[in-house]
């Protein structure tokens, strides 16, 4: 176990709490370098939260890294043109992908997050994933970090994960100052059983209407997951307020098909409602032997497609600096110090692409739209290049 001078992760053991995309990915990415790592879920059995998910070319350069990464492209659909369309005027982007894959390797794959997480789960080491085990707290003893969990069982690391998602208990144990922010946004996820025509399956939508916005992919042959964000009522987005059937035909009165037929096909009951809210910056990703990853240390609202991303870009970080330093402080700084500006401009844009989607004012909204219909391609195919690469 590392001393005071830590010593070489190998031979070490990890607890990572929390067994979702950035849990799973990182406990891969350290048994992947001989690093014991056992993944504790609160949950009694492994369910996927949300519907479907992006995989961009950045989190599939980490799976293949971890070496699921044609498992994961295979369970999906790959999506070979993105779409920005405004509900009154039409197109105001779009983007063919085929010069991501030139310079990538891959596009953007459009995958259920239960197929992502059963691709995850079986790469993992056998025996390393504990389900029903909630964290109650740990303490940091200087040489070791014992982790207690809610049924009065407790175990034994050298380092502490937290991967546990966006209300992280271990984060308060990094950062107590920690506190979320609202949006101001309410988004509906949902999966239905509907057929795109055969030349738009490859396609990703969103369309922009104000108040009310809506896109959708295809995830297989036979079924399309749609998420559509809108404006809270009230002074804030704290209570979420499921839309009726009424209310949601009303809000997307006029949108263009197939969205219509989408929200028909769609058993209401199916429908999940969840606040959009994103993690004020802390003020550091890790304390003692506790570290934090994915949304615990950087939540961010999803209209830029990254958060899973950026989880697994940690996973893939945080074990290559514990392997190549014998330091843990080192290693831990040197991992808060390649992952956060990137995590933290990504969060910063995601914040200001939601304030634009849902421009209200008709006139703001024509000028936003010739804006964005103005940007050059070459300067949209280097920002998107800038978020798809590797920084680390």
């Known amino acids: 176990m590392w001393g005071d001078n830590v010593g070489s992760v190998r031979g070490v ?86 010069w991501v894959r030139d310079r990538f390797g891959r596009n953007t794959v459009s995958i259920l997050r239960s197929e992502l997480q059963a691709a995850l789960v079986d790469r993992l080491a056998p025996g390393t994933l504990h389900l029903g085990k909630r964290y109650r707290g740990s303490e940091d003893g200087g040489d070791r970090v014992v982790v207690e969990f809610e049924d009065s069982t407790a175990t034994e690391a050298g380092l502490l994960i937290g991967a546990d998602g966006l209300r992280s208990a271990v984060r308060s144990s990094v950062d107590p100052g920690a506190r979320l922010r609202s949006s101001g946004q309410v988004c509906s996820l949902a999966l239905c059983d509907f057929e795109l025509p055969r030349d738009s399956r490859g396609r990703a939508f969103e369309v922009w209407g104000g108040r009310f916005r809506i896109g959708f992919s295809a995830v297989s042959d036979r079924r399309v997951y749609w998420f559509a964000p809108r404006l809270a009522t009230g002074a804030s987005g704290a209570v979420v307020e499921p839309l009726t059937p009424a209310e949601r035909w009303e809000g997307y009165r006029g949108f263009p098909s197939p969205i219509p037929e989408l929200l028909q096909a769609t058993d209401p009951d199916e429908i999940l409602d969840v606040e959009l809210v994103e993690l004020v910056a802390l003020s550091r990703w890790w304390s003692g032997r506790r570290v934090l990853v994915g949304d615990a240390a950087h939540a961010m609202t999803p209209n830029t497609g990254q958060g899973g991303a950026q989880a697994l870009e940690d996973a893939a970080c945080l074990a290559q600096c514990l392997v190549a330093h014998d330091d843990l402080r080192v290693a831990l700084t040197r991992y808060e110090k390649l992952r956060r500006p990137k995590a933290t401009r990504l969060s910063s844009s995601a914040r200001r692409l939601g304030r634009l989607a849902h421009l209200q004012n008709r006139t703001l909204r024509r000028l936003r739209n010739a804006t964005l219909r103005a940007i050059p391609q070459t300067l949209v195919r280097h920002q998107m290049g800038q978020i798809y690469s590797l920084q680390f």
């Open 13 to 98: 053991r990890v607890c990572i709490v929390g067994g979702g995309i950035g849990g799973l990915a990182t406990a891969i990415a350290l048994q992947q370098r001989g690093v014991e790592a056992q993944v504790y879920e609160a949950a009694p059995e492994l369910t996927a939260v949300g519907k479907g998910i992006w995989m961009p070319p950045n989190a599939l350069a980490v799976l293949d890294q971890l070496g699921v990464g044609e498992d994961v492209a295979s369970r999906g659909v790959e999506l070979d043109q993105v779409e920005l369309r405004d509900r009154d005027s039409g197109v105001i982007q779009a983007l063919p992908m085929h």
